[in-house]
């Protein structure tokens, strides 16, 4: 992983050194996005928008609710790495009272107990490091990232509970399911595109990843919408 992260910031170095345009790839990400809209058109939003008429509300909260838990573990430990030790403690308890009392996670009484949910990855980690961002790249079915982001994924991956989660099938099962509850989830952001879809996701992606890295302090222009 140290070797791994060296070698990420000497590209990142070079790259930042060799591109004054942070989208030096828009030709291939194009042609990368085309092909992600139509997967999502012909496979991925037809069964969410399925399971989103079939689904109850207070199923999705309870799903919602699943999925969130199992991501507080990275957010705690990425808080630690970011030098925030109490909101890393904040995660910690959250984790703890939402698989207890929470039934495995699908009640949040965390929330009601004043425990503030956070949204932290390894891509805000290494931000908060000094690593620069990279340019923009559009990855096949994954959607918009970063050359930074795009590492940090992997160590993401790493922080997941789910991935240790056997038998196998049955993890990529939860898995399948994840996704679908996340694209309905966003059923209705689709209204809200407008112009030029390639610049709208990358404009969008990246302020909302300035957003992120910065805690909040910026406005973010996208909060309603996704």
């Given at each position: 992983m140290?070797?791994?992260?060296?070698?990420?910031?000497?590209?990142q170095?070079?790259?930042?050194?060799?591109?004054?345009?942070?989208?030096?790839?828009e030709g291939?990400n194009?042609?990368?996005q085309?092909?992600n809209?139509?997967?999502?058109a012909?496979?991925i939003?037809?069964?969410?928008?399925?399971?989103?008429?079939?689904?109850?509300?207070?199923?999705?909260?309870?799903?919602?609710?699943?999925?969130?838990?199992l991501?507080e573990?990275?957010?705690?430990?990425?808080?630690?790495?970011?030098?925030?030790?109490?909101?890393?403690?904040n995660?910690?308890s959250?984790?703890?009272?939402?698989t207890?009392?929470?039934?495995g996670?699908?009640?949040?009484?965390?929330?009601?107990?004043g425990?503030r949910?956070?949204?932290?990855?390894?891509?805000?980690?290494?931000?908060?490091?000094?690593?620069?961002?990279?340019?923009?790249?559009?990855?096949?079915?994954?959607?918009?990232?970063?050359?930074?982001?795009?590492?940090?994924?992997?160590?993401?991956?790493?922080?997941?509970?789910?991935?240790?989660?056997?038998?196998?099938?049955?993890?990529?099962?939860?898995?399948?399911?994840?996704?679908?509850?996340?694209?309905?989830?966003?059923?209705?952001?689709?209204?809200?595109?407008?112009?030029?879809?390639?610049?709208?996701?990358?404009d969008?992606?990246?302020?909302?990843?300035?957003f992120?890295?910065k805690?909040g302090?910026?406005?973010?222009?996208f909060?309603?919408?996704?």
């Open positions: 140290i070797r791994g992260l060296c070698l990420l910031i000497a590209f170095l070079f790259s930042v050194s060799c591109f004054a345009n942070e989208d030096p790839y291939v194009r042609k990368i085309n092909f809209d139509f997967a999502d012909k496979l939003r037809p069964i969410a928008v399925g399971y989103d008429k079939v689904m109850p509300n207070p199923g999705k909260r309870l799903v919602s609710n699943f999925f969130g838990n991501v573990v990275g957010n705690g430990l990425n808080n630690l790495l970011q030098g925030k030790p109490k909101q890393a403690g995660d910690v959250r984790v703890l009272i939402n207890t009392i929470g039934i996670g699908l009640f949040d009484p965390a929330t009601r107990m425990l949910a956070s949204d932290e990855d390894f891509g805000q980690t290494l931000a908060v490091w000094g690593v620069p961002r990279g340019p923009y790249i559009v990855l096949p079915f994954l959607g918009p990232t970063t050359v930074r982001d795009v590492f940090s994924r992997s160590v993401d991956s790493r922080l997941d509970p789910l991935r240790y989660y056997y038998p196998v099938n049955h993890r990529n099962s939860l898995f399948g399911f994840s996704v679908l509850h996340t694209r309905s989830q966003l059923l209705a952001a689709d209204s809200v595109v407008f112009g030029d879809r390639y610049i709208f996701f990358r969008a992606y990246l302020q909302r990843r300035e992120q890295e805690d302090e910026i406005e973010d222009p909060d309603d919408e996704f």
